[in-house]
């Protein structure tokens, strides 16, 4: 049983930056791989990053690479997600998602999730 919090979401301008956070606890957080979906209005949740249990595996979703990067300090049961070159299509409720063993890019796929931290990118 692994509860998760996201943190850090808000308001930025269009090409800006922004980290976000997800802090675990409850359970082992090095068993998890863990993943970042966002879901903005009208639209399906969809799949962003992911990384694998120590952290020597990511997958990106395309619209998101070489802009965004996972990373995970296990020490710290956290996993953050570092935005740049923010659009405004980025806007999202964004999630913090942890599953068992390795990365999966569906949210069914999925064991536990978080609250859910807000993104809005101004254009």
């Known amino acids: 049983q692994v509860q998760l919090v996201e943190s850090g979401g808000r308001l930025v301008q269009d090409g800006g930056s922004l980290r976000l956070s997800c802090a675990a606890s409850g359970g082992t957080f090095s068993a998890y791989a863990m993943g970042w979906f966002r879901q903005a209005p009208g639209k399906e949740r969809e799949f962003v990053a992911g990384i694998s249990r120590y952290g020597g595996s990511t997958v990106y979703a395309d619209s998101v690479k070489g802009r965004f990067t996972i990373s995970r300090d296990n020490a710290k049961n956290t996993v953050y997600l570092q935005m740049n070159s923010l659009k405004p299509e980025d806007t999202a409720v964004y999630y913090c998602?942890?599953?068992?063993?390795?990365?999966?890019?569906?949210?069914?796929?999925?064991?536990?999730w978080g609250q859910g931290t807000q993104v809005t990118v101004s254009s």
């Open positions: 998602a942890a599953t068992f063993f390795s990365i999966k890019t569906i949210s069914e796929g999925y064991n536990y």
